[in-house]
């Protein structure tokens, strides 16, 4: 291994437990224009090397439809969380231009597309002066429910005013079945104005949570000591003045790792390139 030059990434992993507690190590050797991945099986202190992941048995053939929900303005860190999963599609990998064939073969094309409510207009407000333009109303065909995969709900202010029928658009989504939403801060007001939460785990923003439990009663709060949770199809995550607005990356971190849409070489060195998902679930 006198090639190696650098590790990108440990990971701890059910077959690993199963020798001696070890972790899954994600490794890049650069010898030549190709870079070649091994990974290794740290067992009582002792790294074994083993031969190169085949990697090929994971590719992922599925187009993965991503819609951000931003029906007004919101915290621009939380609508662009959704680059951490951004960074797993084909089109990205294969443009960094550093990434191993099997890497950008194994990764899913993947749109995102932001959409809100048709009186926000062609533009789409965030916070520090920032505007994104609109891809899609949620009137439109192409994004209607079940035709999108996920649906990542990023922060507005709490009073902010939604379209009923931007509610249940959301809510439809949800109730396939199939579709993940992803709540990130503050947007776990909408989700549970659009019904979702109800009954369900949560986090939301730490600082926010009795108001979220005054005004929503049946939410399941957990935003006091879990930076994020899953509860069958809806994830959310905590931030605010006392929990931290980045936790919305650690959300997208854990949900990548879930292996629903990215198969696990991939979620771990990307995650380990942007420097994201080594904090714990809860605080």
Known sequence: MDALIRVVSDVRTPEANQTNGGRLRYAYQFPKDEPIMASSILVSGREEWQKPIDSMTAIMSKHVRIGVFVPNMVQALDCVTVDVLGSMSKEYVGAVGIMPPHIIAMAPSTTISYITQPSTGDHIPLSSGLLIKTSNFYTDEEVAPGKLDIVVVPGPDPAAKIDEAGLQWLKAHFDTGKVDILSVCT????????????????????????????????????????????????????????????????????????????????????????????REGSF
């Open 187 to 278: 947007g776990l007001y909408v989700c549970a104005a659009a019904g979702i939460a109800d009954g369900r785990l949560a986090s939301g923003p730490r600082d926010f949570q009795e108001d979220l439990r005054a005004r929503y009663p049946k939410i399941k709060l957990v935003g006091g000591k879990q930076r994020w949770v899953q509860d069958g199809n809806f994830w959310s995550s905590g931030d605010g003045v006392l929990g931290g607005v980045t936790n919305g990356n650690d959300l997208m971190a854990a949900y990548a790792r879930s292996g629903k849409y990215w198969p696990q070489e991939l979620v771990e060195l990307i995650l380990a390139l942007v420097d994201v998902g080594d």
